[in-house]
Each structure stands twice: as C-alpha cells, then as structure tokens.
C-alpha cells in the first residue's frame, strides 16, 4: 500500500531555532501534500495544502512566514518550523495525495507524525 | 458546512462489547467518508472508508453504516479487544479530487479487559 515516511518522528530545539520536518511518498506521486497541527486530545487542524511545484496555501490563522512549505518534488514536502518557539511544541503531521488506480482509498495516506518540544 | 460532527468524545466498553461511534455532516457535496484509528504517538491509519452508494460495509471487525438521507454515518466494532483502545476520527471528503479531508472531533475509546 501506499506510504508517506515522515522524519523526525520527535525532536527537541531551542527557542529560536528552526526545525524541519520532511515527508516523503514513497511508492506513489504525491501531487498535493497536507499539513496538521494536533493538539493533545483534539483532533488534526489543517495548517497547509500544498500542490508540487507551486506555493502552499495555509489556513486563516497560520503564519506563512513562521511555517515554511516547500513542496519541489512529487515525492518530498517539507515543513519548516522557522524561530521556534514553546508554543510552536506540537505533534505535526503530514497527508499526501496522489490520483491512484487499484482501488487505494482516496489516495490520503498519513505520515507517522512529528513530536516538536521547543524548550 | 465544512462541519462534521462526531460523537461521544469518548467511550468505555468492555472487551467484547460494540462500541458505536457516529458522525453526522452537513455538505451533500461529500462522497468519501473514511474512518481512522490513531495511537498516541502516531499518525492516524485508515480503517474502513465507505461512499454513499452503499449503506453498510464491514471489513473484519469493523462496520460503517452509512444513512444518506439523514446525513450520518457510524463505525461499530464487533468484539472489541484491549487492543483496540485509540481515538478513532471520522472524515469526510470529495472522491477523485485533492481536496482536504474534513475531521470530527475524535473519539477517545478504551476497552476494559
């Protein structure tokens, strides 16, 4: 089946640093890749959409500038969390679509997920 | 419109009981309403998904019934098992596009041994 391999699976910076995050799709195109925000308990905010080769849209709310999305491949999309912060401490997570034949869903497949503390 | 509505926020059964859980959405625009089991620490996984042409699909032990009319949608789980123990989303979306999924608010179930 489809697979979307998302490193780190957790790390920890320093106020202030930025952190990146990459999603790779790993036996399908993924022409769109998806961006979410979960909190503890809640369920998974949408922060970005964005399609290979153009630049991402994000959510009302969400700072561009802050959380930088380069989607150059059909295979690689990455986050960068840009001066982070404690409040920027987060479980991030990566979706990527592709059109599929064979009967594979819709063609979302979720990456594992990325633990950020910024201490 | 966006909205789908799930419920309850979280649910105790014991092992061999069937946990329900429902989802109602408002956008008659969907047509892709798949169900995810997330682990802490994890990215979520899909379960089961469904579209409106049927009103019932059953993988193993996992059931969606799907009501078009009434605009809702539930997963059952037959024989639950410690294991099962997660927060199980609801989604729904448009099929053959790249449009974003749009997520209940989880159910956090635990299955008592």
């Known amino acids: 089946g489809a697979v979307v391999s998302q490193h780190p699976s957790w790390v920890i910076c320093k106020s202030g640093t930025s952190v990146k995050i990459e999603c790779r799709s790993l036996d399908f195109q993924a022409t769109t890749m998806f961006w979410y925000r979960q909190f503890p308990k809640q369920s998974l905010m949408l922060m970005a959409t964005?399609?290979?080769?153009?630049?991402?849209?994000?959510e009302q709310g969400v700072e561009k500038d802050k959380f930088l999305i380069n989607h150059a491949s059909l295979t690689l999309s990455t986050l960068t969390v840009t001066s982070a912060h404690p409040e920027d401490s987060s479980f991030y997570i990566c979706?990527?679509?592709?059109?599929?034949?064979?009967?594979?869903?819709?063609?979302?497949?979720f990456g594992s997920g990325t633990r950020l503390t910024v201490v | 419109q966006q909205q789908v509505k799930q419920s309850p926020q979280s649910l105790i059964v014991q092992k061999g009981g069937i946990p329900i859980i429902n989802c109602a959405y408002e956008?008659?625009?969907?047509?892709?309403f798949p169900w995810y089991q997330q682990f802490p620490g994890k990215g979520p996984a899909l379960l089961i998904a469904?579209?409106?042409?049927?009103s019932e699909k059953k993988e193993g032990r996992f059931t969606i019934s799907f009501n078009k009319s009434a605009k809702q949608f539930s997963l059952h789980i037959m024989d639950s098992q410690p294991g099962d123990s997660a927060t199980y989303f609801c989604a729904a979306g448009q099929s053959g596009s790249a449009r974003q999924l749009t997520f209940g608010s989880g159910t956090q179930l635990t299955v008592l041994p």
């Open positions: 956008n008659t625009a969907f047509d892709y």
């Open positions: 964005s399609n290979e080769g153009s630049k991402a849209t994000y």
């Open positions: 469904i579209r409106p042409d049927v």
């Open positions: 979706s990527g679509w592709g059109p599929r034949t064979g009967g594979a869903g819709n063609g979302y497949t």
